[in-house]
């Protein structure tokens, strides 16, 4: 323990108030073994139960195994999930359902969530740590939530968890993390890539401000006809609608919709893209709600809020924003 770090807290830390959380407590959780790391996480989890908020937990299967035979009979208060299931949605997507766990939690409760960074076989990499750390950092300010990040305890791991967490957990205590970089230094070093091409569409239709009654009903058409239930169509018809808005109102003034089918039943999505030649300067889009007075963010906030996933991109002819709903 280094001099003058406190042990530990349960949960997010409280300003003066008790009502407004001054920062997220998003931590790393260096370990050498998975019998060390359930030791390190059973007293945060067994707190985080006693709050009554939610506590989730994506480890892998040795580390998982450890942390259930640690906590007995309290694993039942924990929902394990697989890596695999939870980290092949992008990184911003993954940070903002962390987020909106607060709303599951009781006055006074906090959510609980513990992330381990896990090898990706998608490719993913380490840029995807960087993007999930740096959004969690924008995301939960101000929120009911902790997350807790294990990684290899290794000289290379610490360097590089060090630059995305404010504070590590050892041996029960705290302590800095070195070289902590700001999530907007992190996020310029590891932007979000284009998403894969989807095939065909199908539909593509121009549009500007006397076509935007037409696009909607092009995204009700085909997603009611791809099988989504009549209120996520029109959830999934306001989120495309303040999306070709925004190009209309403040980009270019026109853009372009292309509409996808993939897949029907359970498993299945219908997603919809507007591109537009304006160019987008914001690091993390829809992450968080504008303030009450803000003009702006608005648009892009409510399409998270009401999508499955939202992807947002640039290239050499402008931007992209892409809406996902599951069937």
């Not at 909106?100 to 490719?123: E, F, I, K, M, N």
């Not at 840029?127 to 807790?148: I, K, M, Q, T």
Request: charged share 20%; net charge negative.
């Amino acid at each position: 323990m280094r001099p003058g770090v406190p042990p530990t807290p349960a949960g997010p830390v409280m300003t003066a108030s008790g009502t407004d959380l001054a920062e997220p407590l998003h931590e790393g959780v260096p370990f050498g073994s998975p019998a060390g790391l359930a030791a390190q996480l059973a007293p945060r989890l067994r707190s985080a139960i006693d709050a009554e908020g939610p506590v989730l937990a994506v480890l892998g299967g040795p580390e998982s195994d450890a942390l259930r035979a640690e906590l007995g009979e309290a694993a039942g208060h924990v929902e394990f999930l697989v890596p695999a299931d939870v980290y092949r949605l992008p990184a911003f997507t993954v940070a903002v359902r962390w987020a909106r766990l607060s709303r599951q939690t009781v006055p006074g409760g906090y959510a609980t969530v513990v992330a381990q960074h896990t090898d990706l076989t998608d490719g993913g990499g380490p840029g995807y740590w960087a993007r999930l750390d740096a959004a969690l950092d924008v995301a939960l300010p101000g929120l009911p939530v902790e997350v807790l990040c294990p990684f290899p305890d290794d000289i290379d791991e610490r360097a590089l968890r060090g630059s995305t967490h404010r504070t590590l957990l050892s041996a029960g205590h705290s302590v800095p993390a070195l070289g902590y970089r700001t999530p907007l230094d992190v996020i310029a070093d590891f932007p979000p890539p284009p998403p894969p091409e989807l095939g065909r569409p199908v539909e593509t239709r121009e549009f500007a401000l006397d076509g935007l009654s037409g696009l909607r009903r092009a995204v009700a058409e085909v997603s009611t006809d791809a099988g989504l239930s009549t209120e996520r169509v029109a959830d999934f018809v306001l989120a495309v609608n303040e999306i070709a808005s925004n190009s209309v109102e403040h980009g270019p003034g026109s853009g372009t919709l292309r509409l996808w089918q993939l897949g029907s039943g359970p498993g299945g999505h219908v997603v919809a893209e507007v591109r537009d030649g304006g160019r987008m300067h914001v690091s993390f889009p829809g992450l968080v709600a504008p303030p009450p007075s803000g003009a702006r963010g608005r648009g892009l906030w409510l399409a998270s809020e009401l999508s499955d996933v939202l992807q947002v991109w640039s290239d050499d002819t402008g931007t992209v924003i892409r809406v996902t709903m599951s069937l």
